[in-house]
């Protein structure tokens, strides 16, 4: 599934493509067989990333430094987890394959592990070579991109361990 949308982070407006692709290995457990209630762990394949283009302005200030549009050129990015396997706990009701019952309702709420987010910046464009021939101002500009990456996995290490709601119907 995937969703596009602009956002702001630390002042630089970007165009972002939302990229979610999961695949999940659950093992449910019923305390009572007289109750629909469960505990459920399992595993998560989780590839979701985000993926985007700073917008253009006629300055970004990246780190905390200002650099002209022309000599960054396009700021690109993304923001991926570390844990392609990603563990997950929960409690739910409902049970599928509940004798007796051809339909079965099912809402599961729990918490998935990713890990905190890692963000990889890059700027591109003709200027990036000239700055690069010049030793300081190279420096200067892969200094301040690590500092925005930085900045932002400061801002979102709140998704290292994220809510899921899950509901569905089964026959």
Not at 26 to 33: E, K, R, T, V
Not at 49 to 63: Q, S
Not at 65 to 72: C, D, T
Not at 105 to 114: A, E, S, W
């Amino acid at each position: 599934m995937g969703f596009s949308s602009g956002f702001t982070q630390n002042e630089i407006d970007y165009d972002g493509d939302l990229q979610l692709l999961n695949a999940t290995g659950m093992l449910d457990w019923f305390p009572s067989s007289t109750s629909g209630f469960r505990v459920t762990g399992g595993v998560v394949y989780q590839n979701n990333r985000v993926d985007a283009i700073a917008r253009p302005a006629e300055v970004l200030e990246i780190g905390g430094i200002e650099f002209p549009l022309a000599v960054v050129g396009q700021l690109e990015g993304s923001l991926t987890f570390p844990n392609t396997i990603a563990p997950y706990i929960g409690i739910g009701y409902g049970n599928p394959v509940r004798r007796g019952s051809a339909f079965s309702f099912n809402i599961d709420l729990g918490v998935l592990f990713p890990g905190s987010p890692q963000a990889d910046l890059q700027a591109t464009g003709p200027g990036v070579d000239i700055i690069g021939g010049i030793p300081i101002l190279n420096n200067l500009l892969e200094d301040a991109i690590a500092q925005e990456e930085q900045d932002i996995e400061d801002n979102v290490s709140w998704l290292g361990v994220y809510p899921v709601l899950s509901i569905g119907v089964s026959y």
